[in-house]
């Protein structure tokens, strides 16, 4: 019986010093693990996906009322596609009264050409039709003209009279018969007579070259005003300035007043490179730069089951920014006191399910994992101990 227990107390022995040596086996072998094996340091951030192209927003030009909205909320429409119709009526009485003033002063230098530069009367083609103006000014043209002939004639023949005076006179008083003084007066009158002809002529000219400056001037500004008031009347009729999907729609009723600059909706792109937009707190940018890579995680695709995309840091913010809609008039508390702002180019567009492709879309919160560095784990467990003994220290 004694044999028996001093048997059973070696396999006790033998047991214990087993399990001590495991024991220490498996302390040894966790320590040379937790000093060997890393782990990615991550600095998380909050986002949303955007499209490179940015997400344009549609505004009324000018002042009307809406008579159609060509679209739906999230409906995908094409380039140049028509969204909302603006009645045109205050538009178009605009553009027409800018654009008969145009005509008008098109004319108006036409015939101050032909008057300055002594040539005959012609319009340009892009007038060829406005008859009613044409005739008015060649009207005026020629009345003005021959009321600049008459007067010229007038002087003519009042010259020709002194000349014939001149020469009869020229005789008389080589002969002693006329005295030099009826002489001198002739010729005097002769020249007075030629300088009036002259200036005649040269006033009509000259009137004419002077309003032509001042005709050319208000043309040149009558015509840009009639491009704006055109472009004005056209984009009565607003359309996608890209292919994209509608959201926002401001208003949804026929007749509503929209205000020059007022939102109406907006078109996010699509098949546009897709990024992520996120935002970093201050306390952990400090590691954060561009090149790193990062995992994005979706909140509409589970990332346990369908998981996430990768992408690259390819923007960091220089300074803190805050969101401005979230700073309430009056309100004293700041509700974002600023994050660091970080674009990510995602390595592809949707993420592939059992022989599926979920599809990334503008406007998906997602939340992204950088990672900007490695730690072993023994590391991450000395980390804690490191604190404690720092706190100690602290005076």
Known sequence: MALHTHHYGDDMQYAGRGLLYTVIFTVIAAFVWAYYFDLDEITKGQGKVISSSREQVIQARDMGTIVEIAVDEGQEVKRDEVLVKIDPTRMEAGYNEVHEKWVALVAVEARLKAESLGIGLSFPSSIKNERAVIARETEI???????????????????????????????????????????????????????????????????????????????????????ARRDAMVQTVIKSPMAGVVKNIRTTTIGAVVQAGQDIMEIVPVGEELLVEAFIKP????????????????????????GGIEGVLVHVSPDTLKDERQQKPGNPVTLDEGHYRVIVKLDKSDIAYHGKNMPIMPGMVNTIDIRTGHKTVLEYILRPLQRVSEALTEK
Not at 200 to 222: C, D, G, H, K, P
């Open 283 to 306: 306390a952990d940018i400090g590691f954060v730069h561009i090149g790193q890579r990062a995992m994005v995680k979706f909140s509409a695709y589970d990332f346990s089951k369908f």
């Open 141 to 227: 043209y020629h009345s003005r003209l021959k009321a600049m002939q008459d007067a010229v004639a007038i002087l003519n023949r009042s010259l020709d009279l002194v000349r014939k005076e001149l020469a009869m006179t020229e005789p008389m008083v080589a002969q002693g018969v006329v005295s030099n003084v009826e002489l001198f007066r002739l010729r005097r009158q002769e020249s007075e007579l030629q300088n009036q002809l002259s200036d005649r002529q040269n006033r009509f000219r000259t009137e004419a070259a002077n309003e032509l400056t001042r005709v050319s001037s208000e043309l040149a500004q009558t015509h840009q005003n009639s491009i």
